[in-house]
């Protein structure tokens, strides 16, 4: 019951979203520019967006908007990081989009081990992000591959309070340790490949 009430109330967040009005536009993005920019990323991210580390997420084949949003975020202050807040700080609006065309670009491959059945994924999560962890929202991460401490960390970030978000904090709010267990458990056990970078 708890589940579908859940489910209701994440289709009503995205109805809600698909009427907002259109953000204004990014600037025009130049990837080759990305390129040159994620140097900066490339010790913990990798220049083709595979993390290095793993306290660090993948974000090779993220959507622009995605890696777009958390940049500003990071810049704003609205999300802090010991980190990304430092090098989002000296970020401009264009070398943000940038990145994000950069990192966007990257081709991705993901795959469930075999004879593992996507209708076992985890239904709270696969709404937005995908059974393979390859996110349905273009506003929502990939979470394929990522490393289980750094998924079971966000989440309880999200339970906590210490990140904030209209979809995610209400859902992590009910999560019990077993449940964050088991999808940080169950996306990083998808196979993902990022491309060498072009």
Known sequence: ??????????GGVLLAQAATPQEPAAPQANPAAGKVAAGLCRTCHGLNGYARIPIAPHIGGEHPSYIRHQLEA???GKRQHEIMSVVAASLSDQQIA????????????????????PHAAPEACALCHGAEGVA?????????????????????????????????????????DEEIRAAADWYSAVTLEIDPPP
């Open 1 to 10: 019951m708890r589940r579908l009430a859940l489910l209701a109330g994440l």
């Open 74 to 76: 990071f810049r704003s």
């Open 98 to 117: 940038d990145l994000a065309a950069w990192f966007a670009m990257q081709k991705i491959h993901v795959a469930l081990k075999p004879g593992v059945d």
């Open 136 to 176: 349905v929202l273009e506003d929502a991460p990939n979470l394929a591959g990522e490393n289980s401490i750094y998924i079971e960390t966000q989440l309880k970030a999200f339970r906590t309070g210490r990140r904030v978000h209209e979809i995610m904090s209400p859902i992590a709010a009910d999560l019990t």
